[in-house]
């Protein structure tokens, strides 16, 4: 019917129904939870990503011993995450991941805290989080 876009979103300041449609790949996430090799699983899951994201990539597990546990690198994932020291650093059944593709900024001035996922530890629990796309 046509008008009825207008009538339904009047005032809107972006467009619901989405005329640039068109592949968009920016970051990738990937996350694993319930076994006690989940950081190895995530690894796996990042490197079929990895075309989402070649400048960095990072991990974030959780132990309920041994709290959360984070290992950010520049570069691609079969170069950081296959070594069973790195891995062996991860411990935990809950691990998300992320691979970096710049969307905001100058490409190569990353430094290593813009990459992902972040975490926190608060006097009541804490929380890991990975996003694809920018945050304004």
Same mark, same amino acid.
């Given at each position: 019917?046509?008008? #009825?876009?207008?009538k &339904? /979103?009047?005032?809107?300041? /972006? %467009? ?7 592949l968009? +790949? +920016?970051? @990738?996430?990937f996350? &694993?939870?319930?076994?006690a +090799?989940? !950081?190895? $699983?995530?690894?796996?899951?990042? =490197? !079929?990503?990895q075309?989402r994201?070649?400048e ?5 597990? =959780?132990?309920?011993?041994?709290? /959360?546990?984070?290992?950010?690198? $520049? ?5 950081n995450?296959t070594?069973?020291?790195?891995? %062996?650093?991860?411990? @935990?059944?809950?691990?998300? @991941? =992320?691979v970096?593709?710049?969307? !905001?900024?100058?490409?190569g001035? #990353?430094q290593i805290? %813009?990459v992902?996922? $972040? $975490?926190?530890? /608060?006097?009541?629990?804490g929380a890991?989080? !990975?996003h ?5």
């Amino acid at each position: 019917m046509p008008g #009825t876009r207008d009538k &339904v /979103f009047p005032q809107l300041p /972006f %467009d619901p129904v989405g005329d640039d449609d068109k592949l968009r +790949e +920016e970051c @990738g996430v990937f996350g &694993v939870i319930g076994t006690a +090799e989940a !950081a190895n $699983f995530v690894a796996l899951g990042l =490197h !079929a990503l990895q075309h989402r994201g070649q400048e960095a990539g990072g991990i974030v597990t =959780h132990h309920p011993q041994h709290g /959360f546990n984070s290992v950010r690198h $520049f570069g691609y994932i079969r170069d950081n995450f296959t070594r069973q020291s790195v891995m %062996d650093g991860l411990p @935990g059944s809950l691990a998300i @991941g =992320h691979v970096r593709y710049s969307t !905001a900024g100058s490409k190569g001035n #990353t430094q290593i805290r %813009d990459v992902q996922p $972040f $975490f926190g530890e /608060f006097s009541m629990g804490g929380a890991a989080i !990975a996003h694809n796309g920018n945050i304004t």
